[in-house]
C-alpha cells in the first residue's frame, strides 16, 4: 500500500502544486485591482529571495514602485495586511517554497 500510496502522491503532486500557483496568481491580480483599481495594468514578477539580499531587493522595488503610493496614507490598512502591518508601495506576496523538489 505504501508503494501505491507514493506513485498515486508523486503523480498527483504536479497538479495540486499548480493549483496552488494559481490561486497565489489570482491573489496577486485582486489585491492588484483592489490597490490601484480599474483597469488593471501591472506586471507580476517572481524573484528568488536570498535572505542577505532582501533589503537591497526592498530599495530597488521601493525606488522603482514608490509613486503608487505612501506609508502615511495607508497606515490604517497596514494592520489588515498579511505582512503584520508592513506596507510596500507594491503588491507582496512570499512563496514558501521550503522542502519542495
Sequence with gaps: MQTTLRKWLA??????FEAWLHLKVLRVFVESVLRY???????????????????KLRTVLKQTYGYLGSTEEHQE????????????????FNLNLEGVK
Excluded: C, W
Design 77 to 92: 490598512d497596514a494592520s489588515l495586511l498579511p505582512h503584520q502591518g508592513e506596507y510596500f508601495p507594491y503588491v507582496f
Design 11 to 16: 503523480t498527483n503532486f504536479a497538479e495540486v
Design 37 to 55: 483599481g480599474l483597469p488593471p495594468n501591472f506586471v507580476a514578477h517572481i524573484f528568488p529571495l536570498v535572505p542577505r539580499n532582501e533589503k
